[in-house]
């Protein structure tokens, strides 16, 4: 056949996708009006490797050791005594503990969070992070974080697109962490940009949207679909995620009468930095048996895993 | 010269409109890539009439009416008394309460707002404001609300939009009253309406998102430009309001530096429903002049008021 998505492996996976995304697009039965041709992405783990953690744990460790240099009285807490002493496995298992229920270390961390960027204002937080983008390397792969994206998910967000969708990443990370880099990334603009959020104010003085000292939201789990109605207005047709947070994303958007809701499964054992795992997707996974989620298989159904460069290449 | 705006009057209002856009929108000095042309619009008073009400009270009386006749014993409290009695000028007068900083009526207003949509799903809601829409008349126009569209600003969207500019309603209404028929009205889609909001969760055993029983946020004020950044996390180069909740959106895309800050004051006195007044909007004028804002004259700068027909047939 026609491939029209080169990195992906001549499967059912890959026909099955290909087969909605023609009926939906197409003229027949199963059709869907352009504007309702909405899909929804998770990032970590789904778009780009979330291993051995999360982007925004390796900027945010960044920040906390410059804090800590500043105030040495901080090195002796939690988190910044990671921070300090590089022990970045601190840092993955916080948020495996979230995962299984246990959100202890994960408040040290949003508290240290919400203390680095209190006050700031959302231009001078994009330029920092902006910034951390364009010096730090993958801690595993030692690459720019701009090729630790997978690249089969990218051809699949232009293909998308192709045929009339508008792909959103609904992402349980840091909405104004991802927006400085999703367009040269991925291809998709700040306004379709979804994530977790600090509260915000306005300051009249400077003209300037800042950050405040709450948390706004998480956006994982039951607020994933909170959160794509509050920023869309529409339920999608298409979900893709990886991992426990992302079941109800996946299930409203099987809501719709045509749907396809894919579950990336991390089965693939090449040495590339992101090693094969299930922690975190274990229910996931289950659901993905119970309600007919489409697993995509790292190992079977992509045929190469990481883009030598991003979006704007391909 | 050619008139790329019919419905407004060859003023010096209108030429600057027009340099503007071409100025941001061509090669020259003053050029701003299509992606940042971000343009916000107040809604009521902005876009169409919110005279004598703004309409979402009209639809909130029905509903409350329809409680009150269900329920007797609510018929002897407000706000539901005033939708029983049709005592239509109690409620424009809360809002105006509001403005002059006092929330007493209104909160009993949003406390009614709230019971009217606790637990409903967002799909049944906009299946009911979709009803009352297709069924309504304007109270003193006596034509449907599509016909209370201000003309002018619809041709305004479009010549925005021909000119690489991206459109978003900004509106202290609520954003799911105002979704259903934004595109047909403006030709602007919901995921680009941005308004108050009552809080949201999911129904897992549904797959279904539904109201609860508190407010969000009440996006008006200095509220508007943290709405902006969360929901386009952009800055707007073009914003156009009419009155004092309006300021900080205005103030806010003075910031960039190429914008237009317009503020419509409604000093027509014909006879068409929509009579001159600057209640609510005595603080917006008084920045005007402070801030250079640029004032559109219902009176002097637009030849027609109303759209005969929505954005459909512009």
Redesign the interface.
């Known amino acids: 056949m026609s491939q029209p998505l080169p990195s992906w492996a001549d499967s059912a996976t890959t026909r099955g996708i290909i087969e909605f995304v023609e009926r939906v697009s197409g003229g027949g039965d199963g059709a869907v009006p352009a ?1 309702e041709r909405v899909a929804v992405f998770d990032n970590d783990g789904t778009l780009w490797t979330e291993k051995p953690m999360p982007t925004q744990l390796h900027f945010i460790v960044q920040q906390w050791a410059a804090a800590a240099a500043a105030d040495p009285d901080l090195a002796e807490h939690q988190p910044y005594l990671a921070a300090v002493s590089g022990d970045f496995a601190w840092l993955g298992a916080a948020l495996d503990k979230h995962y299984d229920g246990d959100d202890s270390d994960l408040q040290l961390v949003i508290g240290a969070i919400l203390a680095a960027t209190a006050g700031e204002s ?2 001078d937080y994009e330029r920092s992070v902006a910034e951390f983008y364009r010096s730090a390397k993958h801690l595993t792969l030692g690459t720019p974080y701009r090729d630790a994206v997978y690249r089969p998910m990218v051809e699949l967000l232009r293909y998308l697109e192709e045929h009339g969708f ?1 792909c959103y990443i609904i992402s349980g990370g840091d ?2 962490f991802m ?1 400085p880099i999703t ?1 040269e990334y991925y291809g998709i ?3 379709r ?1 979804v994530g977790s ?1 600090v509260g ?3 300051d ?1 003085d400077s ?3 800042r950050y405040g000292t709450t948390f706004d939201f998480m956006d994982d789990g ?5 959160r ?8 999608p047709i298409m979900a893709a995620g990886n991992s426990n947070g992302d079941i ?1 994303m996946l ?2 958007t ?2 719709s009468p045509h749907s396809l809701a894919l579950l990336i499964h991390h089965d693939d054992t090449a040495d590339r930095g992101d090693a094969a795992y299930d922690s975190g997707a274990e229910k996931a996974l289950a659901a993905a048996k119970e309600h007919d989620f489409t697993v995509v298989s790292v190992r079977d159904d992509w045929t190469s895993v990481f883009a030598a460069s991003g979006a704007a290449d391909m």
């Not at 039951?222 to 909170?226: E, F, H, M, N």
């Not at 794509?228 to 339920?235: D, L, S, V």
């Open positions: 504007p959302v231009v508008t909405r104004d927006r367009a603009p700040p306004e940009v959020a915000l104010s306005y009249a003209a300037e949207v039951p607020i994933k679909p909170v794509i109605w509050t920023r869309i207005g529409r339920r109800e299930r409203y099987q809501g």
